[in-house]
C-alpha cells in the first residue's frame, strides 16, 4: 500500500554536475530513452506517466472505445487500468505543464485543475508517494534518480475527494457522468437479478426433488 511521504527539499545541481548526472543516467539507460544536454544548459529527456484515474474522462472525440456516454462532441468514459504514456519535456517544464500535456495527448477537456502529479518510489520495502506541487520539473527528478522506474515512477491522478474543485466541471460533465453511473447501476441490477433468477429456478428444482411423490 502506497504511504505519504513528506517532500524532500530541492537541491540544486551545477552545471558540471548535471552534465556529469546526464552522462551516468544515458550510461543506466536500457529502453534508448536518453537525455540531451543543450549548450545553454536546458536537457530533455523522456519521463513516463503511469494512468491511475478512477473517474471518467471527457475527451473531445466521437469515437472512443470503453464504457461511456455521449453529449454533443464530447465522450465521457473511464480510461483502461495501467495506461502509462512517455512524454519528451525539458528540464524546464513544470508539473503543471506536464499534467496539461498528458491531457492534450489524450484530446482530454477536462480542466488540469482536477489532476495532480504523484512520485512514487520504493524505499526500505515500502512504496512511499507524494504529490507534486505544480512548480516542481519532473525531468530534474527523473535524472536524480535515474532512470530505473522501480527507483521512482510518476502517476497521474484526481485530488483527492475532499481537494476536489468542483467548480471546475462543467454541467455537461457532471450529467455524463450521471449517465455512466446510471447505465452501471442499471447494469450491475440486471446481473443481481439474472443471479438470483437461477438461485430460485435450483432451489425449486431441489424442493421439487424432496416432495416428489414414490
Not at 32 to 37: A, E, G, I, Q, V
Request: charge should be neutral.
Amino acid at each position: 500500500k502506497d504511504v505519504q511521504k513528506e517532500r524532500e527539499p530541492h537541491v540544486y545541481l551545477s552545471k558540471e554536475e548535471v552534465k556529469e548526472k546526464i552522462q551516468s543516467y544515458n550510461s543506466s539507460v536500457t529502453d534508448k530513452l536518453k537525455m540531451t544536454l543543450n549548450a545553454n544548459g536546458v536537457y530533455t529527456g523522456f519521463i513516463k506517466v503511469q494512468m491511475e484515474l478512477c473517474r471518467p474522462i471527457t475527451v473531445q472525440s466521437s469515437q472512443s472505445q470503453g464504457r461511456c456516454a455521449h453529449s454533443n462532441n464530447e465522450t465521457a468514459f473511464y480510461l483502461p487500468d495501467g495506461c502509462v504514456n512517455t512524454l519528451h519535456i525539458s528540464s524546464t517544464n513544470t508539473v503543471r505543464e506536464v499534467i496539461e500535456a498528458l491531457l492534450k495527448k489524450f484530446f482530454v477537456a477536462d480542466n488540469p485543475a482536477k489532476f495532480a502529479l504523484y512520485k512514487r518510489c520504493h524505499k526500505e520495502d515500502q512504496v512511499y508517494t507524494c504529490k507534486l506541487s505544480d512548480r516542481e520539473h519532473p525531468l530534474y527528478l527523473r535524472l536524480v534518480a535515474g532512470p530505473r522506474t522501480e527507483m521512482l515512477s510518476f502517476v497521474l491522478r484526481e485530488h483527492e475527494t475532499g481537494e476536489v474543485m468542483w467548480e471546475a466541471f462543467s454541467i455537461p460533465e457532471l450529467q455524463n457522468f450521471l449517465r455512466i453511473l446510471d447505465k452501471e447501476e442499471n447494469e450491475q441490477l440486471q446481473i443481481l437479478k439474472k443471479r438470483y433468477a437461477a438461485y430460485r429456478d435450483k432451489l425449486e428444482e431441489a424442493l421439487g426433488g424432496v416432495w416428489k411423490p414414490g
